[in-house]
């Protein structure tokens, strides 16, 4: 049984489990050298995100910085291009000062060391054990939300994952079960497993490769492990916003940089106040964030968002800007730029703005800005 494991089931629980990783693992970008910039540069990405996108992203950005030495001198503004839509840009950031520090003190390359990883920015514990065991294949037990999950069946686990307590048992069980001279095959192979056949629903049993050593399984309680929290309630959020246009360019502004999206671009705009309409709203913060008054604002597309737990509805108008209206007033923004609708794909946005950008740059074909009146709704 799994939930206490002698010597003898963790040699048969590791060999099913190697022997079905070798055969089933996804052939993603990284594996096929386990170069650790590469496995650095994939954690990072992965964090919060699937690993078929993950992929994608990574290609790209392999092109763009293959190197620690390339993503120290890169400007700012195409890093988080090259991130744009993975979300939580705090982290490209981080992966540029680390790659400053590593040119600076490690010649360039990712050390094999937990102390020198932890004191590069953006790395933590569980990133520093997943570069040294995926990439220098060096024995530190690995345990993510998939392997969370696989151990509360595999261990039959009643208490909720959140717990202090339960998360000490799951990292005893994966270090009691770590092989020591394969640890990233083991690893790897724990987490696939979570994310392939021991997922969150409908797990596929009959295919598990270690169903002899699931105590959940026996006893026919898998439907009710890992144990359900209380959900986080959804959080909705309503904004509004503005496409300034004048012919055939488009205002947009930087966010500031101590922003919670600092250093991307977005449409003047902002969050409804109570009782106040989207239009309302719109006009308000158009006043507040250039100093333009506009009079006539058309309807021109809601896009409705999700980030973590908040659903984010973003109402956007379109008004064309009087030539003699001045200059902007930035009160929330770095700087400001008049751009065509193509020239918006060169600028890295928040979702919201980018499906917005998105949105243009496919209506406009030879019109001018104004042109654009019609309402849809869109999701993402
Ligand atoms: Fe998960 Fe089912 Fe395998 Fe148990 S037998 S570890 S519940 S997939």
């Not at 024995?139 to 686990?157: G, H, K, Q, S, T």
Request: overall charge positive.
């Amino acid at each position: 049984m799994l939930a206490n494991p002698d010597q003898a089931t963790v040699l048969d629980f590791q060999r099913h489990l190697h022997r079905w990783f070798a055969a089933n693992h996804r052939p993603l970008p990284w594996r096929s050298s386990y170069e650790p910039y590469q496995v650095w540069i994939a954690e990072i990405m992965g964090q919060q995100t699937q690993m078929e996108r993950v992929a994608e992203y990574f290609r790209r950005w392999l092109d763009r910085f293959p190197d620690a030495a390339a993503v120290a001198v890169a400007p700012e503004q195409a890093l988080l291009k090259a991130w744009e839509g993975l979300g939580y840009y705090s982290r490209a950031r981080n992966i540029q000062r680390a790659a400053r520090l590593l040119v600076e003190r490690h010649h360039g390359q990712i050390p094999a060391d937990r102390d020198q990883l932890l004191a590069l920015p953006g790395i933590g514990p569980y990133t520093a054990a997943a570069i040294l065991s995926i990439a220098f294949n060096q024995p530190w037990p690995l345990v993510d939300a998939n392997v969370e999950r696989l151990f509360a069946r595999l261990a039959d686990i009643d208490r909720p994952l959140k717990e202090t307590a339960t998360r000490k048992r799951i990292h005893a069980l994966a270090e009691t079960l770590l092989h020591r001279d394969l640890p990233r095959d083991h690893n790897q192979g724990l987490m696939e497993l979570g994310a392939l056949v021991c997922t969150p629903r409908r797990p596929d049993c009959p295919a598990c490769p270690v169903q002899a050593h699931c105590t959940a399984l026996r006893r026919d309680t898998v439907e009710f492990r890992p144990l359900p929290t209380a959900r986080d309630k959804r959080i909705d959020i309503v904004m509004a916003c503005v496409i300034l246009c004048r012919g055939d360019r488009f205002f947009i502004q930087q966010r500031l940089a101590d922003d919670i999206w600092g250093g991307l671009w977005e449409f003047p705009g902002g969050r409804l106040e109570e009782n106040e309409t989207p239009l309302a709203a719109a006009r308000r913060e158009v006043v507040e964030e250039t100093g333009w008054q506009v009079e006539r604002l058309e309807p021109l597309d809601t896009v409705i968002h999700h980030y973590t737990r908040y659903r984010v509805t973003l109402h956007a108008f379109i008004a064309a800007l009087p030539a003699d209206a001045g200059a902007a007033r930035l009160t929330a923004a770095q700087q400001s730029a008049w751009v065509t609708a193509a020239q918006l794909a060169d600028y890295p946005f928040p979702a919201g703005h980018r499906r917005l950008a998105q949105h243009l740059r496919r209506q406009l074909s030879g019109k001018t800005g104004t042109a654009l009146t019609a309402k849809k709704t869109s999701r993402s």
